[in-house]
């Protein structure tokens, strides 16, 4: 197989070349690799976590090739309670931003999935259009009647949209800028898609709680970027747009949205708040982030004890992008773990990257872990969700909860 990444030498932000390692997780394949029993293992990548002397942003040290990334997908929004139930609260935020006498606003989301957030915006009399470049998510969405190109967004499509759709009132990009290679082009396009008066909103997980709470599964190739308040507000400046207010998101364990406009308005209390707090917790100083890589050796260790004690294997719940990283990072592998359950049926009956363990459905695989001691919850940022699931089909185990602190048995 060709190689399908390069190793970056200066920040994507702001070009320094003085980017520096702060976690090396090893060579993992691409964290969404599922493949199928006899085809060709995935290949490895390098995971390094980098920090720009310059500018603060930490990001990966190596670009993978985003076709190889998106061109199919597997993440479906609304398997998810808790995003399809956030999704409410998202949209009502979002059009409060505008002037109460716009009847039918005009909204486009980038990486719109399935729609499941759009939905929300038809139901509240809203024109929609999702631009996502999964072409197989982007179809369901299609079928479900959430009008979606099929591309990634870029600058030369956001002017193109405006040509054949007119500007945007409101444009949201949920978890997907910290994907994003061509990140210029997209925060660009942004600003090219959006009326005068119109509100921009991005959302992207939480620097400060990957710091705290030792969030270093939410580390994988797709991400190349771990911004903190501080470090998306520069991007956003850069591009002559600005930061007035913030709301925190329960997705990914904890993110923070952010609303921006292209004319400059007075700051939400909330949102300096959030700026005050950043300074105070030290979050763009590279040494907090070095402390963060020796406490992610430290708690990998503490994790493989917890599920290498167990005589046989046990079964583990969750087949996420965020679980392939913690896996293979903490050698957890087949060898330890039977069985992944997972409610996505695109991951029915496909095997886990690097680890190698089988994934099945829950209605089919739980007959097979019912009477088993304990599981290990690799999606544990849906915590309530699954216990509860899991509960009210009379499992009786124990759950290893591997984040959160310190891993830890419910």
């Not at 390692?21 to 090893?26: C, F, N, V, Y």
């Not at 139901?123 to 990634?152: C, H, Q, R, W, Y």
């Not at 990072?329 to 996505?344: P, R």
Request: aromatic share 10%; net charge negative.
């Amino acid at each position: 197989m060709i190689d399908i990444y390069e190793t970056v030498k200066n920040c994507r932000i702001c070009g320094s070349g003085e980017i520096v390692e702060i976690l090396d997780l090893g060579d993992q394949p691409p964290a969404n690799s599922l493949y199928k029993s006899g085809n060709e293992l995935p290949p490895n990548v390098p995971l390094r976590l980098m920090f720009c002397s310059d500018c603060s942003t930490v990001q990966l040290g190596e670009d993978v090739d985003p076709e190889y990334l998106f061109n199919q997908y597997l993440w479906v929004t609304s398997t998810s309670k808790t995003a399809i139930e956030y999704s409410y609260k998202f949209s009502k935020k979002a059009l409060s931003q505008l002037d109460s006498q716009i009847d039918s606003p005009f909204v486009v989301e980038i990486a719109s999935n399935d729609g499941t957030f759009l939905k929300r915006f038809i139901e509240n009399n809203s024109k929609v259009l999702g631009v996502d470049p999964a072409k197989n998510i982007a179809e369901i969405a299609n079928m479900n009647g959430i009008p979606t190109i099929a591309n990634f967004f870029t600058d030369e499509l956001a002017r193109q949209i405006v040509i054949d759709e007119g500007e945007a009132d409101i444009i949201i990009a949920r978890n997907v800028i910290p994907h994003v290679k061509e990140i210029h082009s997209v925060i660009k396009g942004m600003r090219s898609i959006l009326k005068e008066n119109g509100s921009g909103i991005i959302e992207f997980h939480n620097a400060g709680m990957i710091l705290d709470e030792l969030h270093y599964d939410y580390i994988y190739h797709e991400h190349l970027f771990y911004f903190t308040l501080k470090t998306i507000e520069r991007l956003i400046n850069k591009h002559d747009m600005y930061v007035y207010d913030i709301m925190h998101s329960p997705i990914s364990g904890g993110s923070w949205v952010v609303y921006f406009s292209k004319n400059e308005r007075s700051k939400s209390q909330a949102l300096l708040d959030v700026e005050k707090l950043e300074v105070q917790n030290n979050l763009n100083d590279c040494q907090r982030w070095i402390t963060f890589s020796k406490e992610v050796i430290e708690h990998s260790e503490k994790l493989k004890s917890l599920v290498f004690n167990n005589i046989e294997k046990i079964p583990a719940y969750g087949a996420s992008a965020r679980s392939s990283t913690l896996l293979n990072f903490c050698k957890i592998n087949s060898e330890h773990i039977s069985i992944v359950l997972d409610k996505n049926p695109l991951k029915d009956g496909l095997i886990t990257a690097g680890s190698n363990i089988p994934i099945h459905s829950v209605s089919d695989g739980f007959r097979k872990i019912k009477d088993q001691k304990q599981i290990l919850l690799l999606a544990w940022n849906f915590q309530d969700e699954i216990v509860k699931e899991l509960r009210e089909l009379d499992f009786q185990g124990e759950f290893i909860i591997p984040l959160q602190g310190n891993p830890f048995v419910l």
